[in-house]
């Protein structure tokens, strides 16, 4: 089954939390998308948008929602740059580079570069062992829900 770009925006959304999810906690309010800090403390502000010092003045007032939107496009693009330099051999329109994808969206290609063994049984399709591996790391320790959600999804008929 072909994964298309709408579906993983899709699943980025629903992990790094929706319009609705961020109302509720007021991260968007009047219209707008504030910086808000995430598990870790970083400062993030629309779907998961890393923010930088260089930027902040830029998002302190807010950003609508469109802004929001193409900020997560353009972080999507890099995370598939990210995916593409670990050369993995999965099919690009795959469940499995999907979810590297989001995990590179996730933690930025120096983060989930960290993650050797995962990389090298994903290389070799030894997806039980990339799996597992997932699940004993300090991500799952922190985001046990985000990892098992990828996790069901990617294992999913």
């Not at 994964?3 to 939390?17: A, F, M, N, P, R």
């Not at 219209?31 to 930088?52: A, C, N, P, Q």
């Not at 922190?142 to 999913?156: C, E, F, G, M, S």
Request: charged share 25%; glycine share 8%; proline share 1%.
């Amino acid at each position: 089954m072909s994964v298309k770009q709408e579906e993983v925006l899709q699943i980025i959304k629903s992990l790094e939390g929706t319009k609705q999810y961020q109302e509720k906690l007021g991260y968007f309010r009047n219209g707008k998308f504030r910086i808000y800090k995430d598990s870790l403390g970083y400062e993030t502000i629309g779907f998961g948008h890393l923010v930088l010092s260089e930027e902040r003045e830029h998002f302190v007032n807010g950003i609508t929602e469109l802004q929001a939107e193409q900020l997560l496009v353009l972080d999507y693009q890099k995370a598939v740059k990210g995916t593409d330099s670990l050369k993995l051999g999965l099919r690009p329109d795959g469940r499995w580079y999907a979810m590297v994808t989001v995990l590179v969206f996730q933690l930025g290609l120096a983060g989930f570069s960290k993650f050797k063994r995962c990389i090298y049984a994903l290389q070799n399709q030894n997806y039980a062992t990339a799996l597992a591996e997932l699940r004993n790391s300090k991500l799952y320790q922190q985001t046990p829900n985000r990892v098992d959600y990828l996790i069901n999804w990617v294992t999913k008929q």
